[in-house]
Protein backbone atom coordinates (compact mmCIF):
# COMPACT_ATOMS: atom_id res chain seq x y z
CA UNK A 1 0.00 0.00 0.00
CA UNK A 2 1.11 3.98 -0.51
CA UNK A 3 0.07 6.26 1.20
CA UNK A 4 0.54 10.23 0.30
CA UNK A 5 0.43 13.28 2.31
CA UNK A 6 0.86 16.42 1.39
CA UNK A 7 1.94 19.77 2.86
CA UNK A 8 2.68 23.61 2.99
CA UNK A 9 -0.86 25.15 1.44
CA UNK A 10 -1.49 28.70 3.06
CA UNK A 11 -3.31 32.44 1.80
CA UNK A 12 -0.99 34.22 -0.16
CA UNK A 13 -1.07 37.26 -2.22
CA UNK A 14 -0.98 37.42 -5.76
CA UNK A 15 2.24 37.57 -7.18
CA UNK A 16 3.79 35.57 -4.59
CA UNK A 17 5.02 32.12 -4.21
CA UNK A 18 4.60 28.59 -2.36
CA UNK A 19 6.07 25.00 -2.19
CA UNK A 20 4.03 22.02 -1.55
CA UNK A 21 5.15 18.91 -0.43
CA UNK A 22 4.24 15.14 -0.75
CA UNK A 23 5.87 12.68 1.28
CA UNK A 24 5.15 9.11 -0.14
CA UNK A 25 5.40 6.26 2.59
CA UNK A 26 4.54 2.39 2.14
CA UNK A 27 5.74 0.73 -1.37
CA UNK A 28 7.52 3.77 -2.52
CA UNK A 29 9.92 1.76 -4.61
CA UNK A 30 6.97 0.75 -6.94
CA UNK A 31 6.19 4.55 -7.30
CA UNK A 32 7.51 6.05 -10.49
CA UNK A 33 5.09 9.03 -11.87
CA UNK A 34 3.88 11.83 -9.35
CA UNK A 35 1.39 14.29 -10.16
CA UNK A 36 -0.02 16.96 -8.58
CA UNK A 37 -3.81 17.92 -9.76
CA UNK A 38 -6.22 20.54 -8.33
CA UNK A 39 -9.65 21.55 -7.40
CA UNK A 40 -11.51 24.95 -7.62
CA UNK A 41 -15.10 25.14 -6.32
CA UNK A 42 -17.36 24.32 -8.63
CA UNK A 43 -15.05 22.81 -11.31
CA UNK A 44 -13.79 19.35 -12.21
CA UNK A 45 -10.59 18.30 -10.73
CA UNK A 46 -7.63 19.16 -13.25
CA UNK A 47 -4.23 17.99 -14.28
CA UNK A 48 -1.42 21.05 -13.16
CA UNK A 49 1.80 18.79 -13.50
CA UNK A 50 3.38 15.32 -13.31
CA UNK A 51 7.06 13.82 -13.53
CA UNK A 52 7.92 10.46 -14.31
CA UNK A 53 11.20 9.16 -12.49
CA UNK A 54 12.29 6.17 -14.96
CA UNK A 55 11.55 8.54 -17.88
CA UNK A 56 13.41 11.64 -16.36
CA UNK A 57 10.00 13.58 -18.32
CA UNK A 58 8.10 16.19 -17.04
CA UNK A 59 4.90 17.68 -17.95
CA UNK A 60 2.64 21.12 -17.04
CA UNK A 61 -0.35 22.38 -17.87
CA UNK A 62 -0.57 24.72 -20.35
CA UNK A 63 -1.93 26.70 -17.48
CA UNK A 64 1.23 27.03 -15.02
CA UNK A 65 3.80 26.80 -17.45
CA UNK A 66 6.56 29.18 -16.45
CA UNK A 67 5.17 29.35 -12.97
CA UNK A 68 5.41 25.90 -11.39
CA UNK A 69 7.97 23.70 -10.92
CA UNK A 70 8.05 20.01 -9.93
CA UNK A 71 10.76 18.24 -8.45
CA UNK A 72 11.37 14.95 -6.23
CA UNK A 73 13.56 13.98 -4.15
CA UNK A 74 13.72 10.53 -4.22
CA UNK A 75 16.03 10.01 -0.71
CA UNK A 76 13.14 11.27 0.95
CA UNK A 77 10.31 9.82 -1.01
CA UNK A 78 8.73 13.12 -1.44
CA UNK A 79 7.74 15.27 -4.38
CA UNK A 80 7.73 19.13 -4.19
CA UNK A 81 5.76 21.74 -6.16
CA UNK A 82 7.19 24.98 -6.26
CA UNK A 83 4.31 27.81 -6.92
CA UNK A 84 5.67 31.19 -8.01
CA UNK A 85 3.93 34.33 -9.60
CA UNK A 86 0.44 32.79 -7.87
CA UNK A 87 -2.83 34.30 -9.22
CA UNK A 88 -6.29 34.34 -7.48
CA UNK A 89 -7.36 31.74 -10.27
CA UNK A 90 -4.45 29.22 -9.26
CA UNK A 91 -7.31 29.20 -5.77
CA UNK A 92 -7.73 25.57 -5.61
CA UNK A 93 -7.33 22.16 -3.03
CA UNK A 94 -3.97 20.67 -4.49
CA UNK A 95 -3.50 16.73 -4.39
CA UNK A 96 -0.90 14.85 -5.19
CA UNK A 97 -1.47 11.45 -6.64
CA UNK A 98 0.45 8.40 -8.32
CA UNK A 99 -0.93 5.76 -10.25
CA UNK A 100 -0.45 1.88 -9.25
CA UNK A 101 1.29 0.89 -12.91
CA UNK A 102 4.88 2.28 -14.17
CA UNK A 103 3.33 4.16 -16.85
CA UNK A 104 0.27 5.66 -17.85
CA UNK A 105 -1.41 7.50 -20.63
CA UNK A 106 -2.41 10.28 -21.06
CA UNK A 107 -0.19 11.37 -17.89
CA UNK A 108 -2.89 14.33 -17.37
CA UNK A 109 -5.81 11.62 -16.90
CA UNK A 110 -6.54 11.71 -13.28
CA UNK A 111 -8.68 8.56 -13.84
CA UNK A 112 -5.26 6.59 -13.99
CA UNK A 113 -3.97 7.28 -10.53
CA UNK A 114 -4.70 4.88 -7.63
CA UNK A 115 -3.00 7.20 -5.15
CA UNK A 116 -3.98 10.74 -3.76
CA UNK A 117 -3.32 12.41 -0.97
CA UNK A 118 -5.57 14.35 1.16
CA UNK A 119 -5.13 17.84 -0.26
CA UNK A 120 -3.82 21.31 0.89
CA UNK A 121 -6.01 24.03 0.48
CA UNK A 122 -3.96 27.25 -1.84
CA UNK A 123 -5.84 30.49 -1.48
CA UNK A 124 -4.42 33.67 -3.84
CA UNK A 125 -5.80 36.81 -3.28
CA UNK A 126 -5.84 39.68 -5.53
Known amino acids: QVQLVESGGGLVQAGGSLRLSCTVS????????MAWFRQAPGKEREFVTANTRSGGSTYYADSVKGRFTISRDNAKSTAYLQMNSLKPEDTAVYYC???????????????????WGQGTQVTVSS
Open 26 to 33: GRTFSIDT
Open 97 to 115: AAPRTITIAPISDSEKYSY
